[in-house]
């Protein structure tokens, strides 16, 4: 892959001298288009849901052909997504830097004084809304909510609940279930999603409220069974599984995909981003995806977006608030 | 020499001390109500054994003698000492002014002013390294390296390879 | 007979003129990409992952392999030539390996370990063959007690380094762990041990940036300090005699090569454990039952040839929980599973009923791979031994600032090239003092494992210690670490005794 460069690396070299004389002011023409490779900074490690997708609209968008320039992901996914939420804050006003976020955008900097505001930041779009489901094992004879809260009970503290790490979605979900049904389990976090759809099957936790793209696989194997949605209606996947509020328990949760920018990132290149993501979300690829893997493929961006993430933050403070209470009595 | 092992046990020993006062922010105990360990414990009573384990190998070194070998070859040290300093400001540099400055300056103090060789060798690795560095990382692997101020230099490079 | 049919059509997807340029492209990118210090089989999958729509979903997914295979080779050769394991799977290969490239023999070294990885790669994937579908159960089978139990095995297979002081030894093993656990906290959600808050902590310390630290950097300050301006590596060449001793070397090896493979092929099998407990565990084996195991760690030929063979059964072994059960063992193969299902293919327990040709197409690319990736290795050995000949003092910076630049392009953060630094300093002054670093770079990299499934288990079982020796599987593990704790202790002891005596006499 690196042959045959030479001549044109001479040509390039040329070629930068001239342009340094005509300044970098080429771009501004018509129209703003990025003029280096564009970062997408994930908030996550390699391999994980949130990396998976975000690598899924890299590679979409080089496909569709969506930007003048090519989108490469970094992973920063130290600390819950800290490591990734500082460096878009240290990169006030960059124009190529996007950042995929997952729930985390809002609880980390809650959970810890990591000096970032996600006020500040540019909200570019929301792509889509990832779903939370009650699983247990096929092999399990617990069918619906009210055997599922019997069993529960009947364990006495000692039902295992698997999830992803504490203060992530999947353990806000259990507080959730917890406070609503007044029962007690023993959270046991795992690195994520796959991990924790492995364990349920192989019999080492008793349940789990995961997403269903994680669980999907051995939903389709018969060898996991949805229990209830906490969606206000029922998924187009699973016709026959109620949702929690169907059953008069008023659990709704979503996991948020979207994208954002540094503080003070230029207009154009808000709009410029903006219309990519929008082109993204009607191809046929990606519409294929969220019926898949049960997403709900919710497009917002601009002011909404960011009324949205100011709401959702705020619910996110309540519902740690909470746990944190209960902790520690 | 034995002066040496003695100023390194006594490091790490301050390290584990370090270790354990930021290990205890978190539980270290063991709690029964989560089931097992807090999360300071590891840190803390691993830091702890490694404190221990210093302080032996700092009070066997009591009483014992080495005939004053000591602990650096001298006439090597000063190389060491330069190789470090010139390896800790490229890395200070690369920020600023950009890995492609900061690199085949490094190289180029290395190989022609530490290593005197001859000024062809000298201008072949300092040209090529980031040639080389460029089409690798940047173009086939699309992986960017920090350019600082000489970023805009780039954007023609950019558009041409991408 | 099947089987065979399907295979059979299989390699007639992946012996297409198109799919075999595919491979041989794919294996020498991955081939480079692996010798790359800090650069391993994840940035070469990740960074063709989006190019894979060009082509159709069969060859797309042979490149992966391709690519993966070809870094799994391509690692050995940075452990060999620099001392610097290019990925943990290959952290094993530098105990013996680098000795050998010291003394001249680093051709041998290479050859070992491509023939090793070749035979390795090749019994994994008829296992694979053959048993694919019913092993996948047993992968299920594998809870936290059970990982636990499996990292603290592949830590015993390792103590008693023969012949290091011990309190330096348990300090460096500590200090290991203790690095090992900075960071965010899974189970808690807390950060610990974020030193002053810095932002680039709350990702842990990377094993990468301790190896290449120790290993890369430390190294080069020791040898310019001990050397005295004179290289004290041989010169190495390479001649077809010497590639002839290679293999019949090689040939009186199958034992520690089948012991490699079957270890390595079904610990790669379980996820979250891999292809670097494996390789550890194979050169542990290697050397307790070796006839002379004082021989290791000082350029034994088998002791290359041992973990190459397990990291290579092992990298696909860890295919088939991915395949099988739509879970990947690593981050390389829940890239590759993260492209399967961008290509719209559902891996998990259905894949092998729906997409039969895929997934045949796959296994016997997996052996087309495995033939290209030796033949260009062994091609390339003359070009990799050829760049050990040049001027000492060239080659460090050229070393130096593949340090640099290997150790930024995996986080892409300075944070992680100071820490690099920092860690060659350190290092080499530890070196010095004689304190062994391996233990410390093993502790780094099967710290994190071993926290957390201890901590999950006990969660799980509300804190019941006994709950890993009440699970048959885990019990196992235990008993024979146990057993691998006490063997060098047995010997050392006897030694000892017969030590103590001697004066008397």
Known sequence: MIYKMTRRAALAGVASIAMIAAGATSALAEGWKPQKPIEMVIMAGQGGGADRLARLFQSIIQKENLASMPVLPVNKGGGSGAEALRYLKDNEGDAHKIMATLNSYYTTPIRNDIGVDIEEFTPIARMALDTFVLWVSADSDIQTMDDWVAAVKASGGEWKMGGTGTGQEDSLVTAMLEKEFDIKVTYVPFKGGGDVAKNLVGGHIDSTVNNPSEQMGFYQAGKSRPIAAFTPERLDVFPDVPTARELGHDIVYWMQRSFVAPKD????????????????????????????????????????????????????????ADMEGDGSS | ?????????????????????????????????????????????????????????????????????????GVMLKSVILVVVALFATIA????????????????????????HSWLLTLCLTIGTPLFLFFFFEVTLKILLPKGITEPLFFPLYAMFF | METLALLADGFATSLSPLNLMIVILGVTAGLFIGAMPGLGSVNGVAIVL??????????????????????????????????????????????????????????????????????????????????????????????????FALVLLAFTTFVGLGGDDVLKTIVMICLGLVLSTVGLDLIS????????????????????????????????????????????????????????????????????????????????????????????????IARSTSKQPETFGKGNIEGVAAPETANNAASTGSLLPMLTLGIPGSPTTALLLGGMVMWGLMPGPMLFIEQPDFVWGLISSLYTANFAAVAINIALIPLFVWALRMPFTVLCALVMVLCIVGGFAPSQKMHDVWLIAGFGVAGYLLRKADYPLAPLVLALVLGPLMEKSFRQTLIAEQGNVLAFVERPLSATFIALAALFFVLPLVKYLRKGGRRSVAPAE
């Not at chain 1, 009607?282 to 100011?310: C, N, R, V």
């Not at chain 3, 090896?253 to 092929?265: E, H, P």
């Open chain 3, 50 to 147: 989006p190019l894979t729509f060009i082509v159709p979903p069969s060859s797309a997914i042979i490149l992966l392999c391709a690519i993966y295979y070809g870094a799994m080779y391509g690692g050995a050769i940075s452990s060999i030539l620099l001392g610097i394991p290019g990925a943990s799977t290959a952290v094993a290969t530098t105990f013996d390996g680098r000795p050998m490239a010291q003394q001249g023999k680093a051709g041998l070294a290479l050859i070992a370990a491509a023939v090793a990885s070749f035979v390795g790669g090749t019994i994994s994937v008829v296992l694979f063959t053959l048993f694919a579908v019913p092993l996948a159960d047993l992968a299920l089978a594998f809870g936290p007690a059970e990982e």
């Open chain 1, 265 to 320: 990132m230029p207009a154009e290149a808000v709009a410029y981003y903006t219309e990519m993501f929008e082109k993204l979300s009607q191809t046929e690829e990606w519409q294929q995806y969220t019926t898949d893997k049960a997403l709900m493929a919710d497009f917002l961006s601009g002011d909404e977006l960011q009324a949205y993430f100011i709401e959702e933050r705020d619910k996110h403070a309540a519902i740690l």
């Open chain 3, 189 to 284: 959600g807390s950060p610990r041990l974020v030193f002053g808050d810095l932002p680039g902590f709350y990702a842990g310390i990377s094993f990468l940036v301790l190896a290449i630290g120790v290993y890369g950097i430390g190294e080069i300050l020791y040898t310019l300090e001990t050397s005295r301006t004179a290289p004290s590596v041989t010169p190495a060449k390479i001649t077809f005699k010497e590639l002839g001793a290679g293999f019949r070397a090689m040939n009186r090896m199958w034992k520690t090569m089948g012991t490699g493979s079957f270890l390595g092929f079904f610990v790669g099998m379980l996820p979250a454990a891999g292809a670097t407990p494996a390789s550890l565990m194979a050169y542990g």
């Open chain 2, 93 to 116: 540099l690369i920020p600023v002014v950009g890995a492609y400055i900061a690199i085949p300056l490094f190289i180029f103090w290395y190989v022609k002013v530490f290593g005197r």
């Open chain 2, 1 to 73: 020499m034995l002066v040496a092992d003695r100023v390194i046990a006594i490091a790490i020993m301050g390290l584990s001390a370090y270790f354990m006062w930021h290990a205890v922010e978190l539980p270290i105990g063991w709690n029964g109500m989560t089931g097992g360990p807090g999360g300071g414990a590891f840190p803390f009573w691993l830091s702890l054994i490694m404190m221990l384990c210093a302080a032996g190998i700092l009070v066997r070194s009591i009483g014992r003698h080495d005939g004053g070998q000591s602990f650096f070859d």
